[in-house]
């Protein structure tokens, strides 16, 4: 059996969100990022690569060195599904101060 992983499986370990904050505003090659790690670079590496399986990144090769940087089309999927609840809690959050407004100008 050959089990897929997505995206939120490989957003469930801090370290690969980790990698994610670090790539938000640069490209960066393994090392560099294994280098913000107390962990051995083959773990950091296996990271990197399910990131990449569950394309969260993608690879650029320049030369030798391959530079990671996040793919913001699979970024946008993880966003758009979490919206409606964003918007739900927002919703709850703004009645319950209401009701708390309510309250406070009723003592």
Not at 28 to 39: E, P, Q
Not at 81 to 95: L, T
Request: hydrophobic share 40%; charged share 25%; with cysteine.
């Amino acid at each position: 059996m050959n089990l897929r992983r997505d995206v939120f499986q490989a957003i469930a370990d801090p370290t690969r969100r980790a990698i994610l904050l670090l790539l938000a505003s640069q490209s960066l090659t393994a090392g560099a990022i294994a280098s913000n790690f107390d962990t051995a670079r083959p773990t950091v590496s296996k990271h990197l690569q399910i990131l990449t399986e569950c394309e969260l990144l993608k690879q650029e090769q320049t030369g030798r060195e391959i530079h990671y940087h996040l793919n913001p089309s699979k970024m946008k999927e993880i966003a758009d599904f979490i919206e409606p609840f964003r918007q739900m809690w927002d919703d709850r959050f703004n009645k319950l101060e209401s009701i708390m407004k309510n309250y406070q100008s009723k003592k």
